[in-house]
């Protein structure tokens, strides 16, 4: 299992520097390096530091943000089927930013778009809490998962129907759709503190929900607090996924997809899942973004679009998988 975590861990490391080489600007590697590290190059210097590493920065903690929460919702719903989506965040997250673009408030003020979509992300959180209530099972957080991830997809709709300004649906659309282009060390800043935070509660309830994998009585005997490890799992997954979500747009099935690759490789036990699916995220999220500059450089393609356009047939694969199972 430690060689698994080393590769992973040097999977990341590659991508990541892929990530600050790679680019129209067709930069070599001394002089990327000298931009980077000394200062060196004049406006190579603003290309390394003010555009590449802020977005690969953003690349690594949004992909690790996802991976992770999606393998700690699959460990505390104990369905392979969940995802980071499925309590409704990042969907509200991504009604705060529609909201924002449509007003003109993120025209208006710089960071008026993320600090919307984590408003909207914490909007979520309490409507959860109330409707689930303080001490309600994995079924009573799932319904409301999927009740205010309805509501939230009904008023972007609406949002986007009612829009007087077809140049201000496109910005939505293009939004929703995931990138992290034009990102700055701002939106670094504004993001890593919600997934570092987020990121360690959920490390924290590896034990717990390895206890839960033997159901819940057999959890509550071996010392677990259900009501704490299930407020653990929705603050951890809102924080991680809600700043994800807020610098990076919708950006789906790395929550899904990561934690299936990696169960066959580190096991079942979320504990040991966690950590790994975190560095698959990772992972993942940086080689689409690199994908996205180097099949389509002159065609703006989405970082949401590409990640669909690989999870979606995984994800068909695992329901036919499931199928044959049952059969």
């Known amino acids: 299992m430690k060689s698994v975590f080393f590769l992973l861990a040097l999977l990341v490391a590659a991508l990541f520097v892929a990530s600050l080489l790679i680019g129209p600007a067709g930069i070599g590697f001394g002089d990327s390096l000298a931009a980077l590290f000394r200062g060196e190059g004049g406006p190579v210097v603003l290309v390394m530091r003010e555009i590449r590493l802020p977005r690969a920065i953003l690349g690594l903690l949004a992909g690790a943000a996802l991976g992770l929460s999606g393998a700690a919702m699959q460990g505390y719903l104990r369905n392979p089927l969940a995802e980071p989506g499925l309590i409704g965040v990042s969907a509200s997250a991504a009604l705060g930013a529609v909201i924002a673009l449509q007003t003109g408030a993120a025209a208006a003020v710089a960071l008026a778009l993320p600090l919307s979509a984590l408003a909207g992300a914490g909007i979520a959180v309490a409507l959860i809490l109330l409707l689930a209530g303080p001490r309600g099972g994995a079924l009573a957080l799932i319904l409301a998962g999927i009740a205010i991830s309805a509501l939230a997809a009904a008023l972007m709709s609406l949002v986007l129907n009612l829009s007087p300004n077809p140049f201000a649906g496109m910005e939505i659309v293009y939004w929703m759709m995931g990138s992290l282009a034009d990102r700055s060390m701002t939106h670094v800043a504004l993001a890593a503190p919600f997934i570092l935070g987020g990121g360690l509660v959920l490390l924290s309830l590896g034990r717990g929900l390895d206890a ?20 653990g799992v929705i603050l951890g997954t809102a924080a991680t996924v809600g700043a994800a979500t807020a610098v990076a747009g919708a950006v789906g099935f790395i929550g899904l ?6 169960r066959r490789l580190v096991g079942a036990r979320p504990s040991a899942l966690l950590p790994a699916s975190a560095l698959g995220g990772a992972a993942m999220l940086l080689a689409a973004d690199i994908g996205t500059r180097l099949i389509a450089p002159d065609a703006d393609l989405k970082l949401g679009v590409l990640t669909a356009l690989v999870g979606a047939p995984f994800f068909l694969q695992l329901i036919w998988s499931m199928r044959r199972v049952e059969a």
């Open 212 to 231: 839960l994998t033997l159901g819940e009585d057999a959890a509550q005997s071996l010392g677990v607090n259900l009501p704490r490890l299930r407020l």
């Open 257 to 262: 997809v990561v934690p299936h690759l990696l």
